[in-house]
């Protein structure tokens, strides 16, 4: 009797627990298809359009969503400087255009297979539609403030710069500046209306013409290192009374960098500076004042004595040594070279040989000191042989000499030429019986100076060559 209700009692619990699970899978059923039913107007849990969250939406909610944002929509740009603008709805008709799309994405999930959104992604991108007026979107981009030319501030590479107080060459900071890519920004634009952006940063999207050399490129540091070399160059010019300074300052207005960052040193002013410093320093054929045997001071031009730079090789020379950043005291190359030149850049000094055309006498000065005076004979004007003034030197001296012309050979005892490229110099003429007065109007030379045969002797022993001829 106790082992049949016993398993009485096993039956009982048994049918009770397949009536439980029963229950259970009925209302599992039910909750599933109650869920099922929910999503067939529902978009799935995790559902995303054009990055706006769709779950457990209707499609009127979404749609209505749509419509609202087109119509409250603007698009925030910014910018350089801290500036910003916008493009709003308004300005380019934006309206959202119900073309199908949500229905056939709602139609794509459907509402039995719910349960697989846990392990499914359901994002859709470009999914909806926006329709705006070109003309008015073209037209409100042209009026953007970064397009208005005072506002545009262009791009700038960095760059060497000479530092009139370092002495040296500092690299000036590039300047980003402001302008705008403008195709590649219209289609940002685009882009970002038809998705779902309300802010596009200009400088993140790399939107803007950057410059194309920044103050640590190679290119950039090479330069500056290459123009520093040059400008720790001096060159001291030794000038006799002075001394003439080549460095940094004359230097850097010689230097030009390119848009390569090519360094290149201008030959053409480094002539012009050498032509200044024949202007101020050669002494040959230019103006001297000079006091005369008589006391006074007269200005002479003229003639081929003097210093004379040879502008052509220093010029070559000072662009070697600037290439180089060479440190170095020299003095310049010469064509020609005259006595040592005074504070005053006087190079006659007191030796000297004077000879005045209207006084038609010679004088002899040695270290300050008049040895002798004679009258002469000078070129005859006349004929246009008058003697050339000017300053010139005693080119050389010279025994027994025959002077040779058109339709004349004379002989002479002693002969001191000064201007030797016309065959014009000192020397005696024993076909004279008499100097000075005004002979030489008539009666003169070819343009040499003839001199008493005692007086050219007595000259001639002393003088040397090299000395200054004053002819006035």
């Known amino acids: 009797m106790a082992v049949k209700e016993a398993a009485q009692t096993g039956s009982k619990k048994k049918w009770s627990g397949k009536k439980k699970a029963g229950v259970a899978f009925f209302f599992l059923t039910v909750l599933y298809l109650g869920i099922s039913i929910y999503f067939m107007f529902h978009f799935f849990f995790g559902t995303t359009i054009n990055g706006y969250e769709c779950q457990f939406k209707t499609l009127d909610e979404v749609k209505g969503y749509m419509k609202e944002y087109s119509e409250n929509y603007t698009l925030k740009l910014k910018e350089r400087l801290d500036r910003e603008e916008s493009i709003s709805a308004s300005e380019i008709g934006l309206t959202f255009l119900d073309d199908g799309k949500l229905e056939r994405i709602k139609e794509g999930q459907n509402g039995f297979l719910w349960i697989t959104a846990l392990w499914k992604d359901y994002s859709y991108e470009k999914a909806i539609s926006f329709q705006y007026d070109e003309g008015a979107l073209k037209e409100k981009f042209q009026s953007l403030n970064c397009f208005n030319k005072d506002m545009i501030v262009k791009p700038k590479s960095a760059y060497p710069r000479y530092s009139t107080y370092n002495k040296k060459y500092e690299i000036v900071n590039e300047v980003e500046g402001n302008v705008v890519k403008e195709e590649e920004l219209f289609a940002k634009i685009e882009n970002a209306i038809s998705g779902d952006e309300y802010v596009i940063d200009l400088d993140k999207e790399d939107l803007y013409k950057n410059p194309a050399y920044y103050r640590d490129h190679e290119k950039?540091?090479?330069?500056?290192?290459?123009?520093?070399?040059?400008?720790?160059?001096?060159?001291t010019y030794d000038m006799d009374y002075t001394k003439e300074v080549v460095d940094a300052e004359d230097i850097h207005k010689w230097l030009s960098v390119d848009k390569k960052y090519q360094v290149t040193i201008d030959k053409t002013k480094i002539r012009e500076f050498m032509a200044w410093m024949g202007e101020k320093y050669n002494t040959a054929g230019q103006e001297r004042k000079f006091k005369t045997p008589g006391g006074s001071t007269i200005s002479v031009w003229g003639g081929t004595y003097g210093w004379r730079l040879n502008q052509v090789d220093e010029t070559e020379e000072l662009y070697k040594l600037v290439k180089k950043g060479a440190v170095k005291e020299k003095e310049p190359l010469y064509i020609q070279k005259g006595l040592p030149r005074d504070k005053?850049?006087?190079?006659?000094?007191?030796?000297?040989?004077?000879?005045?055309?209207?006084?038609?006498?010679?004088?002899?000065?040695?270290?300050?000191?008049?040895?002798?005076?004679?009258?002469?004979?000078?070129?005859?004007?006349?004929?246009?042989?008058?003697?050339?003034?000017?300053?010139?030197?005693?080119?050389?001296?010279?025994?027994?000499?025959?002077?040779?012309?058109?339709?004349?050979?004379?002989?002479?005892?002693?002969?001191?030429?000064?201007?030797?490229?016309?065959?014009?110099?000192?020397?005696?003429?024993?076909?004279?019986?008499?100097?000075?007065?005004?002979?030489?109007?008539?009666?003169?030379?070819?343009?040499?100076?003839?001199?008493?045969?005692?007086?050219?002797?007595?000259?001639?022993e002393r003088v040397e060559p090299g000395t200054p001829v004053i002819v006035y």
């Open 344 to 460: 005053n850049g006087d190079d006659i000094g007191d030796t000297y040989i004077a000879i005045s055309i209207s006084a038609q006498t010679m004088w002899f000065y040695k270290n300050g000191e008049c040895l002798i005076s004679t009258s002469v004979v000078t070129g005859n004007t006349s004929l246009g042989r008058g003697t050339p003034k000017g300053v010139y030197s005693i080119a050389f001296k010279q025994r027994n000499h025959t002077l040779r012309g058109q339709g004349y050979a004379s002989f002479v005892n002693y002969w001191l030429p000064f201007y030797e490229y016309r065959g014009i110099g000192i020397h005696d003429a024993s076909w004279r019986g008499s100097y000075g007065g005004n002979i030489y109007t008539y009666n003169g030379s070819h343009g040499c100076v003839n001199t008493p045969y005692y007086a050219v002797q007595y000259i001639y």
């Open 220 to 235: 950039v540091l090479a330069a500056k290192e290459e123009l520093n070399k040059y400008v720790s160059a001096k060159i």
